[in-house]
């Protein structure tokens, strides 16, 4: 069965410093491969995804970046982080040609 | 056009009540809608999903009801439970090839009260 990994579950960042989130997915290959960001009592907004290794599409301008560095790991990554960047980030997966996304447990960032 | 409008934002029903969430949507294109419940602290799960070719789809207590000329789609639940309590959110894709990217709604806190 997959399973989506997602690390640190928790995180509080001063702002200015760097950011670097973790998505792991087992149990599948060549997974699509998402980041949303959901502020408090909001929806989910979509920030990047990957079809492929090294393959990167932005939806939202910002100050963050991802990376898929191998074909089940997603980094999502700022220099510098905001206030704004406070959030819940959300990583999913979904197998090409299905539409059902399936998501990890999620990361609370707070930025002080 | 690429909105999914969601209502109500919050919602209260008693339990054995009936809860209703309803979205609409503007992209005719959309083929597929699914809807995620989310408990507090965690990452949304797929409950139940639906293709416009039909109007309805059950499972359990969950029903997803399909009106494509009005451009809408609402999710009951039946005899509401207070373990039902969590935020939902609808959602809606376009087959793309295997690149199909969902766009939610901004989701319903349901409370469901004894």
């Known amino acids: 069965s997959q399973t989506i990994h997602q690390w640190p579950a928790t995180l509080v960042q001063p702002v200015g410093s760097p950011l670097s989130l973790e998505c792991t997915v087992e149990g599948t290959s060549n997974p699509n491969l998402y980041w949303y960001r959901q502020a408090a009592g909001r929806g989910l907004q979509l920030l990047f995804y990957?079809?492929?290794?090294?393959?990167i599409s932005s939806e939202v301008p910002q100050n963050l970046s991802a990376s898929r560095p191998q074909d089940r790991q997603f980094i999502l990554s700022s220099k510098k982080l905001l206030l704004s960047d406070s959030g819940f980030y959300l990583c999913a997966w979904k197998q090409e040609y299905q539409e059902t996304q399936y998501f990890g447990p999620g990361t609370r960032l707070l930025v002080l | 056009q690429q909105q999914v409008k969601q209502s109500p934002q919050s919602l209260i029903v008693q339990k054995g009540g009936i809860s209703i969430i309803n979205c609409a949507y503007e992209n005719t294109a959309f083929d597929y809608f699914p809807w995620y419940q989310q408990f507090p602290g965690k990452g949304p799960a797929l409950l139940i999903a639906?293709?416009?070719?039909?109007s309805e789809k059950k499972e359990g207590r969950f029903t997803i009801s399909f009106n494509k000329s009005a451009k809408q789609f609402s999710l009951h639940i039946m005899d509401s439970q207070p373990g039902d309590s969590a935020t939902y959110f609808c959602a809606a894709s376009v087959s793309n090839f295997g690149n199909e990217k969902l766009t939610f709604g901004t989701g319903t806190r349901l409370t469901i009260i004894p």
């Open positions: 639906i293709r416009p070719d039909v």
């Open positions: 990957s079809v492929g290794i090294g393959q």
